[in-house]
């Protein structure tokens, strides 16, 4: 295993760790941002835990997070896409669907990234050109069995809100953008819409969705890749569509109409 990504990996597992001995399945104390989404003390201390590890072992690399530095100055660096936990409203909830995502990009494209769920025991991993993996077994993204009428479309809270869907697949909202793109990745979900994901949501499953076979592109045809210097990403959203193969989405792109 390339040592980067065995960093990657190790990394978080240690701050998943660290999440669950902060995690009450009562619930937990939460503050709105500005845009109106929750955080809490959980995601600042996994923040600064993985920007401290990270520049540590790699001074040189650029790093970019949801809530410590959200602005790329310059890109001819390794830089480093992090949420230190994607699902933030499941875990101030109690819920179990929560966790941390890394990766890493070369030249502005993603070439490591690991999503790991603690409480599902689930690590998801890929790196460029070498496959994508879950717990060590390689992933592969599938049809549903011929006549199977239990596959799903994963969606965000807000898809109903913006969107009229017409998709013949039985819907199912996840409360985590990268546990639906890894449900997709493995198979699980068929087809995949998140609405509002930021560049760190997305940065480790994109490069897993696509090692694994599965299809992923942007709703609105936005590039999110290669990653911009002098970009704020904090306000940059990248609606994304993911299918088990492109003629999925693309069908899936017929029952997707925005609301005026």
Not at 36 to 56: G, Y
Not at 191 to 205: M, N, R, V
Request: proline share 6%.
């Amino acid at each position: 295993m390339d040592s980067t990504l065995r960093f990657a990996e190790e990394l978080a597992s240690e701050t998943g760790k660290r999440l669950l001995e902060l995690f009450n399945p009562q619930g937990t104390q939460t503050n709105l941002k500005s845009d109106q989404s929750v955080v809490t003390e959980a995601d600042l201390a996994a923040d600064r835990f993985i920007a401290e590890s990270i520049l540590k072992e790699f001074p040189d690399d650029v790093l970019i997070s949801e809530e410590l530095q959200p602005t790329i100055h310059a890109v001819n660096k390794p830089i480093w896409v992090v949420d230190p936990l994607d699902g933030t409203t499941n875990y101030s909830l109690g819920l179990p669907i929560w966790g941390v995502s890394i990766a890493r990009t070369i030249k502005g494209w993603p070439e490591i990234g690991v999503v790991y769920f603690p409480i599902l025991a689930e690590m998801f991993t890929a790196q460029r050109g070498t496959g994508a993996y879950l717990n060590g077994e390689p992933l592969h993204s599938r049809l549903p069995f011929p006549g199977n009428t239990t596959s799903f479309f994963s969606c965000c809270t807000r898809t109903h809100q913006r969107y009229d869907i017409r998709i013949r697949y039985k819907t199912r909202i996840l409360g985590s953008a990268c546990y639906t793109m890894c449900a997709v990745a493995r198979g699980m979900a068929i087809l995949g819409f998140e609405t509002t994901p930021k560049i760190w949501d997305i940065a480790a499953s994109w490069l897993i969705l696509t090692e694994s076979g599965a299809a992923v592109e942007t709703f609105d045809r936005s590039k999110p890749f290669p990653l911009q210097a002098e970009m704020d990403y904090s306000g940059l959203n990248f609606p994304i569509l993911a299918g088990a193969t492109e003629e999925i989405i693309s069908d899936a792109r017929r029952g997707i109409t925005a609301k005026p």
